[in-house]
């Protein structure tokens, strides 16, 4: 019977153990593109025998590498574009395309407003459209006093109202206010006009602005009789479809929106497809020479 259970408790068993690599490779799968950064960095200062070698230089649209200063990948996509509407963009069939022609240069909020404002507005006015367009800030707000604008021009200051309200109507909403309370209004005219509103949320922000930034809504309610949660919805209301500036900081420049690099890359090659991924060209790791011819 002795013999029996030695017998058993040697018998070998198979178990799945995870290994030191296997499981720092799961901690590092689940890293940031940030945090995987910090992490390389830390161990290139930590681990004389880790070098990094030289990344290629990366594509900011498709994040392949660049020959030279050219992506051939992103060409040889224009080149399929123009192939598929070449009645649309193609010069005579004796020129050479250039891909440069497909893409549409950038415009500021500055030249967008302009070319509207010239083509809705009497040439008589183009010159105080001019001039309030110039006076806009980074937020989209106006700079300037009306009387000051008509006395600098040599206009009427109501001609100056007419044309600021003008670039109101055509600019994104509340651009050209002058001050928070006028940015707020501009937008609730923008979101009544599509149907979205609330029934107090005008009179609260013209008659009770003061007491609404100080946050007495008890004290609206029981001024313009209506309820507690009534004032609470309209300062949801303005939380959920306003913003207190008109433009976001940059957007008066016409600046791009960042280019998000894809995490994997598929193409097709020879009828297979092909997936790529993007970071791994960004940490070209090897080992040190020096180390590496003493092992």
């Not at 259970?5 to 940030?34: C, G, R």
């Not at 959920?240 to 890359?265: C, E, H, S």
Request: aromatic share 4%.
């Amino acid at each position: 019977m002795m013999d029996m259970l030695a017998s058993a408790e040697m018998l070998p068993q198979q178990q799945m153990k995870a290994s030191p690599a296997l499981i720092a490779l799961n901690n590092m799968l689940v890293l940031s593109t940030v945090e995987l950064q910090q992490l390389v960095s830390r161990e290139l200062e930590e681990n004389p025998a880790l070098d990094q070698t030289e990344t290629e230089q990366l594509c900011v649209t498709c994040g392949r590498p660049l020959s030279g200063n050219l992506c051939v990948y992103c060409l040889h996509e224009d080149d399929r574009l123009r192939e598929a509407h070449r009645a649309d963009v193609a010069g005579p069939a004796d020129d050479e395309f250039d891909p440069l022609i497909a893409v549409a240069a950038p415009v500021s909020l500055h030249e967008s407003l302009l070319r509207d404002l010239h083509i809705a507005l009497p040439q008589s006015d183009h010159k105080i459209a001019d001039y309030l367009v110039g006076c806009l800030d980074d937020q989209g707000f106006l700079d300037g006093d009306v009387e000051e604008i008509a006395d600098a021009l040599g206009v009427e200051p109501e001609q100056v109202e007419r044309v600021l309200r003008r670039l109101q109507e055509l600019g994104p909403p509340g651009v050209g206010a002058r001050n928070v309370q006028e940015c707020l209004l501009l937008q609730i005219d923008r979101l009544e006009r599509t149907g979205v509103t609330n029934p107090h949320v005008r009179r609260i922000v013209t008659e009770h602005w003061q007491d609404l930034g100080e946050h007495r809504y008890s004290d609206i309610a029981r001024t313009l009789g209506i309820s507690y949660d009534d004032v609470v919805a309209v300062r949801d209301f303005l939380r959920t479809y306003l913003r207190p500036f008109p433009l976001d900081v940059g957007d008066a420049a016409g600046k791009n929106t960042p280019v998000v690099l894809p995490d994997v890359i598929i193409h097709e090659d020879g009828g297979k497809l092909i997936v790529e991924v993007v970071e791994s060209r960004q940490f070209s790791l090897c080992l040190n020479p020096f180390y590496q011819s003493l092992s």
